[in-house]
């Protein structure tokens, strides 16, 4: 069930042409794998955690997508340009500066283009339900009414999670707020949306997070969330990655 009651799903709708993976982070939580390797490199289920994003990216129909690089950034580039296959890669390399995930999109503004997109953190991993999840997205995007659209997991269902929620939804799907100090919210944020660039407006210098965005957004009215429907897994720690294992393992 998406919670976008009053939404009708396009089936016809277009999946974006072009996608932000976020794969810069330091990765401090995954120590010690990471000392030798970013993160998005450290295998589950055997290959590389940026290796799903992109399987889930292809699956989609996405055809570009743009990959900003920071910690380790050569491994990184090599391994874009040498095992990644069937989609067109575009590097930001913020190299000189760690800019986090809005700073990130802005850097990257140019090289994402004019269109909606899709956004993905590399770390996080996803099993689709009865449909296609960023399918899902494009079908519920409404660029009349929204400038951003989060794919949402229930607290309860997120896999290997240790946080309290980060959002409130209306019967509408419209998040209404971000969770409260000392408070559960009931939606996790999956690591997957769809933005429009309008929403990469009136940033501050140096490094900051998309929740800046996100806000302005949220009390414009034009955050939404749509529920997934499939598995999620947070693999943000080497403790997670044999628990995430053992259940894809049983299917």
Known sequence: MTRLRSIRPNPDARVPETAMVMAAGLGKRMRPLTAM??????????????????????????????????????????????????????????????????????????LIGNDPFVCVNSDNLWVDGPVDSIRLLAALWDDARMDALLLLVPLSQAQSHRGQGDFHLDAHGRITGRRKPGRLAPYVFTGVQILSPRIIADWPEGAFSTNLFWTRAIEAGRAFGAVHQGLWFDVGTPAAIPMTEAVLADG
């Not at 296959?85 to 503004?109: C, F, M, P, Q, Y």
Request: glycine share 8%; proline share 4%.
């Open 37 to 110: 390797r970013p993160k998005p490199l450290v295998e589950v289920a055997g290959k590389p955690l940026i290796d799903h994003v992109f399987d889930r990216l292809r699956a989609a129909g996405v055809q570009r997508a743009v990959v900003n690089v920071h910690y380790l950034a050569d491994a990184m580039e090599a391994h874009l340009k040498h095992r990644v296959k069937g989609i067109e890669i575009a590097v930001s390399d913020e190299r000189a500066k760690l800019l986090e995930t809005g700073g990130g999109l802005v850097k990257a503004r140019d």
